[in-house]
């Protein structure tokens, strides 16, 4: 079992950078795919990014190609999303994920969950 822990959420002026960690407990993190997900008020939860067990591979939506990039360091359980060139539109509750396979974009793919950190950017 995987225990997932988000931090680094807050408020951010349009155009600034954030960087999001997600620390798992449990001795099996490295063998876990991961997600990001991202849920604002009255809206689906949403894709954007996933990364291999061992970081060799990453996917993106087209909505944050070219802006966010997700890494880890299965040395220290963390997965990261780094946030750059924010806009309004990424305002929402962020959420990591744990699955066995990569890349899906599908919440049911993925086993545990983290409690969420908000994110706020204004324009």
């Known amino acids: 079992q995987v225990q997932l822990v988000e931090s680094g959420g807050g408020f951010v002026q349009a155009g600034g950078s954030l960087r999001l960690s997600c620390a798992a407990s449990?001795?099996?993190?490295?063998?876990?795919?991961m997600g990001w997900f991202r849920q604002a008020p009255g809206k689906e939860r949403e894709f954007v990014a996933a990364?291999?067990?061992?970081?060799?591979?990453?996917y993106y939506p087209d909505s944050v190609k070219g802006r966010f990039t997700s890494s880890r360091d299965n040395a220290k359980n963390t997965v990261y999303l780094q946030m750059n060139s924010l806009k309004p539109e990424d305002t929402a509750v962020y959420y990591c994920?744990?699955?066995?396979?990569?890349?899906?974009?599908?919440?049911?793919?993925?086993?545990?969950w983290g409690q969420g950190t908000q994110v706020t950017v204004s324009s």
């Open positions: 994920a744990a699955g066995r396979e990569y890349g899906s974009s599908r919440t049911q793919e993925y086993a545990y």
């Open positions: 449990g001795r099996t993190f490295s063998s876990y795919a």
């Open positions: 990364i291999s067990w061992n970081g060799g591979r990453t």
